[in-house]
């Protein structure tokens, strides 16, 4: 049986936990305490030197770091994975983008508000997070305007990578209020079967 | 014929200059000045509204942005995309520690000193910068250690992608002489079939 390392309030991780429900994929949880820096010793850094959860581990132990990369091990040879050339190129365009644009902003200001001390000094930096974080809605927002999903015209790992942090926005101080596309496309992503909230995983 | 909307002087883009001519694909290249924001301009952001380089025009007028998805849609169907399943995820994995721990210290670092001004407010940035880049250096050189290659055991996408801005970390003041097995490396990826300098795309 697939094992993942992770902790409950990650949306990376949850990400790889919606995916796994989605396919109905059964799996043995182990909660990692990311947040006091158990990724960062040495048990958890055999698993992954980068000192980052998720980490999937396979029936033969070999461990597979990146959330990203183990939606695509998921989801490889179901509909999640397109195989057409410029499908597949496109559902990677937008993980990419996932981590590059979104993450860095989206969930950033998520774990200052949610992790961090009222005085800590990274609170400053919470305004211009936060304008990062809305370009990169406003980008998602005029993708949804004409299309239902991110790739294929159906739900692939691109949709499950780029809902985790979207849809917990508000938690960073991000409102979604502006943004009626991205709202409709959260409201899709809920109605797919097999679906799961973040606290249900 | 191709498209590459680029910057000479980008590693991103050199990715897919790179991957090009190592398959031997002829393209048009157009050069964009995204050091002086022509691609925050209208015409570009028509391209990519995320406002980046390099993107790839398709035959049929398609845009392509993300310089790793574009590495995908060059290398489908060739040895560089492995298609087993977990040499397919281990691929993704380096590409996305490239975009998320990788690129946002050693290339901005080399960013920083090449095309900022002496008294930039970032340049007080570089000494936390370097640091991660030295971490994220270390990463790949444990793997490195005990592998030619990044996944498969051949060269993939993944070696191109971290080759850009590996080989050229010293212009950002981060030194490779720490790092026996990555200049190891460094000198497989220069003799593959085709290769060709930065200077010489």
């Known amino acids: 049986m697939l094992t993942l390392y992770d902790n409950h309030d990650s949306g990376n991780g949850y ?17 990692v305490d990311s ?24 029936d033969d132990g070999t461990y597979l770091p ?3 990369a183990i939606l695509h091990y998921l989801g490889d040879g179901t509909s999640f994975v397109p195989t057409d050339r410029l499908d597949h190129a496109r ?10 644009t ?22 400053a930096t919470l305004p211009a997070i936060r304008q990062s974080g809305h370009a990169a809605l406003a980008i998602m927002e005029d993708h949804l305007k004409d299309n239902d999903w991110f790739a294929a015209n159906q739900p692939t790992i691109a949709d499950i990578s780029l809902f985790a942090y979207t ?20 409201a899709r992503v809920r109605q ?5 909230a973040l606290e249900d995983t």
Chains 1, 2 share one sequence.
């Not at 990400?15 to 909660?31: G, N, P, Q, S």
């Not at 158990?38 to 850094?45: A, D, M």
């Not at 559902?91 to 590059?100: A, G, K, N, S, V």
């Open 15 to 31: 990400k790889t936990r919606l995916m796994m429900a989605l396919l109905d994929i059964e799996y043995t949880y182990v909660e």
């Open 35 to 58: 947040v006091n820096g158990e990724t960062r010793k040495g048990p958890f850094l055999e698993k992954n030197l980068n000192g980052r959860i998720p980490v999937l581990e396979l």
């Open 66 to 68: 990146e959330s990203n």
């Open 91 to 100: 559902t990677l365009q937008w993980m990419f983008f996932e981590q590059y």
């Open 102 to 123: 979104h993450e860095p902003s989206v969930a950033v200001a998520r774990f200052i508000v949610r992790h961090l001390a009222p005085d800590h000094e990274r609170q």
């Open 167 to 186: 849809h917990m926005a508000e938690d960073g101080g991000i409102g979604l209020s502006d943004y009626p596309a991205i709202n409709s496309w959260i």
């Open 192 to 196: 797919l079967p097999g679906f799961v």
